[in-house]
């Protein structure tokens, strides 16, 4: 029965249902304030109503609320929040208001076109910077809490109409400081985005999240990821064994800097891979700044508005959004290290690439990888993605199981012998159909339909022209016809590279990914408009060049004038001062070379007698 909202939940108003996953569903919501008409938006993650006795999926969200708390980051996703309403465990969590990274990208590719390698710059800055906030975590006592995300991909990155990049969705991470370990040897991640490492079972650590950043930036500049094949078996080896074609290949509009910068994310090896992500950030903004000088979050901004911002997503079960719910399995599967059993080969199609998850042993992956069938030719496209619905943990269905030592009488195993019965009960109908038979009569036109058979390849027809035409068009340097051209290509997502010449014309390369019929139109620039173009942006980049010199002399004399300025009034504060010194100095030194003074001279004696009796003294005044 669908929910009516808005709804009371403790505290919170939930206002709509936002996502819904094997483990959790999330609600867009508010919260009230303690004064009058404050309140916050939020997302509340909420364990589903039939889970919520699962002692397993209860532990799983305290622990990604532990550790997303831990982290204090602007490109990590915030819990506010962590608590039980009634008997529904729920953390609340940062709502961001944007779309996540796999519709951006889904949207390009539905344009023909992929995101632009500045933005794709920026975007990977932001996710190296995060995972680098993680991997750094200590505890309060300065231990590592050795934090993996282990589930990086477009579907678990969010970017807000401001322009903001978070990572979401630290639901099978793993670190020191959770309740739950995942079980010795059993794998968790999506697969089409997993480090060679990771998926082998093998020891990880921050290295591991950060090639998966690699594939994120590889998916957003060609719409396409390096591993790629028909069932899950060829993308095991894939991952093994496929060299890696660098992006700019698939995409000549990535800079040769932005596409050094991915590969080196992208090294097999750990050691020539990017030690951690503070290093890959700082990469990737030189690298940003120099393809886009003066880059800012708003261009970011600007992008994600004009491209989304007319609608809003829509509430939806397979719509990522702020905090979704990490989709948990049922349960977790044993290693299977004394479990001699082999696996027959069976199809795996894939429907979407940020669904592509699995939670496998690590024996089983060695014994995929062993049974796998050859790879196919290399221009043989597919689209890879998994049916599951989930991210997170997951349970991938066990194909059949039969002893390893099943074998024919020849030691030849049961699924060669089923392959080599195949073919020749194929050859066989196909004789009958096409020669005559026992009784000499004519083969008729009627068609022989074969069991089973594959379908033909989904071809699109694609008419490619050119202002002016009469341009060669060259596909991987070989010449197929002179626009305007119409060609069929096989259906598939991923581009197919062309190139325009005609003399007198800069050359010009792009590359179609034929999912669809269209018709696809360039206009060549002349080598004399490119000249004048060349020489134009020469006299604009001399003027500004020019400018900015005497922006700088300027503000450096006036540095220098203010500086002097200062000087000037400290010599004179100091002259001063020193004047003022030796006044107190000469005046200390008069007082002190003044001589004392004599003591002044007693008064004569005063005779009181009347006699006359002078003392034989005359006074001369007596006349």
Known sequence: MAQRFPQQFGPYTLHEMVGRGGMAEIFRASMPGSLGGFERTVAIKRILPHLTENEEFITMLIDEANIIVSIDHHNIAQVYDLGKIDDSYYIAMEYIHGVDLATVIKAMNKRNTSVPPDHAAYIGSCICAGLHAAHGKRDADGRPLNIVHRDVSPHNILISFAGDVKIIDFGVAKANLKETHTQHGVIKG?????????????????????????LVMYKMLTNSLPFEGDNEFQIYNNILTKEITPPRILNPNVPPQLDAVVMKLLARDLNARYQDGYSAKQDLERVLHTIAPGYTVNRLSRYIDENFGAVAPPPSQDQSHPGMAPNTPTGAQNTGEHDKTELQVSPFTFQDDDEDTVNQPADRIRELVAAAPPPLPQNNQFRVSVADDQTGQFEVPNPPLQPSKSKGSAGIPLVAIAVVIMVLVVAALIVMAFFVDSDGEEPTDTPVVIANSPAPPEVHSVEIRSEPSGARVFQEDELVGITPIHLELEASEDPVMFRLAKSGYEEHQFGIAPTRSLTQEYILTSLEDSE????????????????????????????????????????????????????RREQQEQRDQRPPRDPPPPPPPVDDDDDDDDDGIIDPFAM
């Open 532 to 583: 004048d173009d060349d020489e134009e942006q020469r006299l604009q980049e001399e003027e500004e060049e020019r400018l900015a010199m005497e922006a700088a002399e300027e503000e450096a004399r006036a540095a220098e004038e203010a500086a002097q300025r200062e000087a000037d009034e400290q010599r004179r504060a100091e002259e001063r001062r020193q004047a003022e010194e030796r006044r």
């Open 190 to 214: 999506k697969l089409l985005y997993m480090a060679p490492e990771q998926a082998t079972a093998k020891d990880i650590d921050g290295r591991s999240d950060l090639f998966a950043a690699g």
